[in-house]
Structures are given as structure tokens and as C-alpha cells.
């Protein structure tokens, strides 16, 4: 047999560094991720501001976020189940969806710095490429970089609906077109690539499911009433679609911080381990035992077996 090297020797195994664990996990890219967090020196530690981006099976959720030695703190967070305040009563991680949580978190967080009234962002929603410091003005805008976490920055994708959002919300998020839906890169080398406004507007007043729906009423209604109950259910159709979103803009800009859940006043009480509340209602809580306890416990368990075995 011929000889064969040896390339994992016990010096390669002791010098081997295991990876962080939301790594091995799937969940960071900490290549990015230090690309986005490293501040110059000369700026003093000053706080720089990420708009984190996540997408879910139900919802979609956007933070303005900077980051610390002791990690991440989010300065304002809005996610589209919250659009239920706004008159969004469903389809909380589509395109729409997206762009009207963008615009949530970005009027949140100009009302808390007390930026609202300087930077009102576009009102007038055409799809139209827009940059807020391109604006003439004293104080320049609060800038945040886009954070996608590790998916695919594809065109099209949900995530510039977030992006457009918050853009047109007031905040300063550098940006191009090019992965805005409508844009159509050029055909040759030097040529003039080609932005469509119109089919990004469509998109984010939800024109793409207002065609869904239309075309699943006429071949299948059977099927429209079930995918579209909740819609049905708030007296929603397909000629209704622009106006709900157009709506609820106008809202998230009047006040963007929604309705607060009411506190329930129940109290509960602690019989032993449950927990009796005071609608009524009861709940399993173990309570914590010494180890003398938990001993004596074992020792009762075991003498019962024993007992039970001299029976038999």
C-alpha cells in the first residue's frame, strides 16, 4: 500500500476553531455583519443604525437597530400584524404589506427622535425613486443601513417593499433602483437600463393580489372564498384593495403608534402548584424544591416500589 499523508494531524485538530454558533446555526453572516457594524474611529463611537429586515410564515417584522458591546438595541420596531390597527385585515407578508410596515417603523422613529414634522418623507405615493437628501434643508436626515440578514437580495424581493417604505417614510437608507419591481436592466453593454414606476406602484398597493383574487372569483370561486375569507369577512374585494392600502397610509402618518392591547385585571393565587387566576382559569407552575426534598422524594419513590414488589 502506498504511503498516504496524513492532512488532519492532532496539530491541525488543536488549532481548530469552532465557528459562532448563530453560524453553524444558518441564522448570521458575520461577514456582513461586521461590514455593518464597524464604525471609523474618528467618529467618536457614534451609533450606527441598521433597518433589520426579517421575514417570517406570518408576518413581517422591521427594526431600527445600532449595536453595542453588549449587543443589538433596537431603537423602534413595527411588524405587519400591527397593520390590523391601520385597516390592513389580512395578507400580513405580501409585497403591500412590506412596504406599509417600512413606512410604520420609519414614522416611529422620527417621532421618537423628534424628526416627524422635519421629515415628512413622500406623501404622494407613485413608485417614483425617491431620496430624502437629495431635500434642501438645515439638518440632514436619519440614516440607516439596509440589514437582510442572509437572504437572497433578488429582485423584486418583499425586502424593498420594506426598503421603499421606509424610504418614502422619512429615512435616509442609501439605495438604487435596480432591485425595485419594474426595473429592467439594459440590453447591452452601455445601453440605458429602463425603470417602470407604475408596476412598482401596482405592487405596493397590491395590485398583483387584487388581479389574484379576480382572476380566482371568475374560475373558482369555491377556492376565492376559502383563500380569501378574512377579506370577505371585512367586506374587502378586489375593487376595494387600492383604497384599504391608501387608508391605512394615511393613518400610520397621522399616528403612527396604534391602538395599545387594554391590561386584563386579573390577579392570581399560588395553591401549591397551580395557579388560580381570578376569570376563573387554572394553570400548571411546579414549584422549585430543595435537594433534600427532591432526595426525599426519590427515597419515598423507591420504598413504594419496594413495597409494591414484597406484595407481589
Not at 427594526?63 to 385597516?87: I, N, P
Not at 391605512?248 to 399560588?270: F, L, N, Q, S, V
Not at 430543595?290 to 422524594?297: A, M
Amino acid at each position: 500500500m502506498a504511503f498516504v499523508k496524513v492532512l488532519k494531524n492532532p496539530a491541525y485538530f488543536r488549532r481548530f476553531q469552532v465557528a459562532r454558533r448563530r453560524r453553524r446555526e444558518g441564522k448570521t453572516d458575520y461577514h456582513a455583519r461586521r461590514k455593518m457594524v464597524r464604525q471609523d474611529k474618528n467618529k467618536f463611537n457614534n451609533r450606527k443604525y441598521r433597518l433589520v429586515v426579517r421575514f417570517t410564515n406570518k408576518r413581517c417584522i422591521c427594526q431600527c437597530v445600532y449595536a453595542t458591546l453588549r449587543g443589538d438595541v433596537v431603537v423602534a420596531a413595527a411588524s405587519s400584524h400591527e397593520l390590523e390597527h391601520f385597516g390592513i385585515v389580512a395578507g400580513y407578508k405580501n409585497y403591500a404589506a412590506a412596504y406599509a410596515t417600512g413606512l410604520l417603523v420609519a414614522r416611529r422613529v422620527l417621532k421618537k427622535f423628534g424628526l416627524d414634522e422635519k421629515f415628512k418623507g413622500k406623501e404622494e405615493i407613485d413608485g417614483e425613486e425617491y431620496h430624502v437628501e437629495d431635500e434642501d434643508g438645515e439638518q440632514r436626515p436619519f440614516k440607516c443601513i439596509l440589514d437582510v440578514g442572509i437572504r437572497r437580495t433578488c429582485v423584486g424581493h418583499r425586502m424593498w417593499g420594506a426598503l421603499k417604505g421606509a424610504v418614502d417614510g422619512g429615512l435616509h437608507v442609501p439605495h438604487k433602483a435596480k432591485n425595485f419591481p419594474g426595473f429592467k436592466a439594459a440590453d447591452e453593454k452601455g445601453g440605458e437600463s429602463e425603470y417602470d414606476a407604475e408596476a412598482h406602484k401596482e405592487k405596493i398597493f397590491g395590485g398583483h393580489v387584487k388581479e389574484y383574487m379576480e382572476m380566482l372569483q371568475e374560475e373558482d370561486p369555491t377556492k376565492y372564498e376559502a383563500h380569501f375569507s378574512k377579506y370577505i369577512a371585512a367586506g374587502i374585494d378586489a375593487e376595494k384593495m387600492e383604497d384599504m392600502y391608501t387608508e391605512a397610509h394615511e393613518k400610520i402618518r397621522e399616528d403612527p403608534t396604534g391602538e395599545m392591547a387594554e391590561k386584563k385585571d386579573i390577579t392570581y393565587e399560588k395553591d401549591g402548584d397551580t395557579m388560580k387566576a381570578s376569570d376563573g382559569t387554572e394553570h400548571a407552575r411546579s414549584q422549585k424544591i430543595t435537594l433534600e426534598k427532591r432526595r426525599e422524594k426519590v427515597a419515598a419513590k423507591i420504598a413504594a416500589a419496594q413495597a409494591k414488589m414484597m406484595e407481589d
